[in-house]
């Protein structure tokens, strides 16, 4: 999608404490991150249920960075407009959630934003075939989507691997970005296994320093 040469961090939401979230997007404005994860739950395509639209556009009022929203959603086709009203920037669907993916991911440019395609943990990598090259992004679950703080499952490292050469091997400009569970220590695994983008929740919301965490999530440890 752009140029880049260190990864980019994508604090989640989900686990800042909701009632000083002016204080949290504060810190991400100040901070080394270059994107803010928002995560959307309909307690139907997941089985937990987070925050939705005024929220998302409150955030985009005071948030300097990139918004990048996450819908685990059904039906994600039928609110593309109002995300993008709303102030999403990258606008990612899971695959799984969506019958005509081609289409959905056309009506996400179409209104001018990045389009992403999510996977599941069981699902291949393969089924992005016919539609890597029309993607900005790929995000790969590394745990179940639904809830934050849960542990990194191992076998998406060779998912990441999988989804690096076939981006290489198309052309694709999509990046890869990885989601769940990330922290200090496996941050360097999965940089290395072709991630672009890490989202980070609890490791970052619930350490006593994050905005050095988030340094240290790129490398630059302060
Ligand atoms: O999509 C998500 C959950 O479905 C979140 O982005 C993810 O869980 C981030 O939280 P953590 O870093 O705490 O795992
Ligand atoms: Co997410």
């Keep these: 999608m752009t140029d880049q040469h260190t990864t980019i961090i994508a604090p989640s939401l989900l686990a800042a404490d909701f009632l000083h979230l002016a204080d949290a997007i504060q810190m991400v404005n100040k901070s080394e991150a270059d994107w803010l994860h928002l995560d959307v739950m309909d307690g139907r395509f997941v089985p937990n249920i987070s925050y939705g639209l005024p929220v998302i556009e409150q955030v985009s009022k005071a948030c300097k960075k990139l ?5 685990m959603i059904e039906e994600p086709h039928l609110y593309i407009e109002d995300f993008q009203k709303a102030g999403a920037q990258v606008l990612t669907v899971h695959l799984e959630a969506c019958v005509h993916l081609h289409r959905t991911v056309q009506q996400i440019h179409s209104l001018g934003m990045k389009a992403g395609v999510a996977l599941n943990p069981h699902t291949p990598v393969s089924l992005l075939v016919d539609i890597i090259g029309d993607l900005d992004l790929v995000l790969i679950m590394s745990v179940n989507p639904g809830f934050g703080g849960q542990k990194f499952i191992p076998h998406t490292l060779k998912k990441i691997m999988e989804l690096k050469s076939l981006v290489q091997s198309t052309g694709s400009k999509a990046l890869i970005e990885v989601d769940g569970g990330i922290n200090l220590e496996n941050a360097p695994a999965v940089i290395q296994a072709g991630a672009d983008v890490l989202v980070a929740g609890s490791t970052v919301f619930h350490s006593k320093d994050p ?6 999530l790129k490398g630059q440890v302060l």
């Design 67 to 71: 918004r990048d929203v996450h819908l």
């Design 211 to 216: 905005k050095s965490t988030i340094l240290a």
